[in-house]
């Protein structure tokens, strides 16, 4: 179990650190420029798009927003491994970054016709995180219950 927590912890670090640097590119405070390979592999092109925003919000800021959920989850079911609801959480926000990034995708794919190499890495991401998650929840702890120490030891 630990493992698997470790996987989505360091999904969720690897995650906020594209957030970040994609939101400091939307706002033109640094340049993509080594993942513009073409027209079609274009992180310029995707991030600064009209579709860089949802409601008003760029999706840099919401991928930030919801790695952090997805690392705070994770460091609760560290903690507490028999919280059930540790596992849920940690699924939903896998699922919904999941989902979000199924429409990015089909954003990119069928309007923009260009990818991202970023938002391909965090697409990669989540779905290991997610994947990782509902492996937690089907097998709870592979690990032996951890013995008390013996009180007439100490």
């Known amino acids: 179990m630990r493992r698997l927590l470790s996987v989505i912890i360091a999904v969720a670090l690897i995650g906020l ?3 970040v640097y994609s939101y400091l590119h939307n706002q033109y405070v640094v340049t ?6 073409n027209e079609t592999v274009n992180c310029d092109l995707v991030n600064r ?8 919000i760029p999706v840099a800021g919401l ?7 997805l690392l705070a989850g994770a460091l609760v079911k560290w903690r507490a491994p028999a919280d059930r609801f540790a596992s849920w959480f940690l699924i939903a926000t896998s699922a919904a970054g999941f989902l979000f ?6 954003v990119e794919a069928f309007v923009l016709r ?8 965090s697409q990669i ?8 998650s509902l492996w937690l929840l089907k097998f709870p702890s592979t690990e032996p219950p951890k013995a008390s120490p ?3 030891t100490l």
């Open 125 to 132: 991401l989540i779905t290991l995180s997610l994947l990782a």
């Open 63 to 69: 991928g930030f927003i919801g790695y952090l959920f």
């Open 49 to 56: 798009s009209a579709y860089a925003k949802f409601f008003g």
């Open 114 to 121: 260009a990818w991202c190499v970023l938002c391909i890495t």
């Open 17 to 19: 650190g594209i957030s």
């Open 150 to 152: 013996d009180p007439a």
């Open 101 to 106: 990034s199924l429409y990015l995708t089909g």
């Open 32 to 37: 993509g420029t080594f993942c513009n390979l």
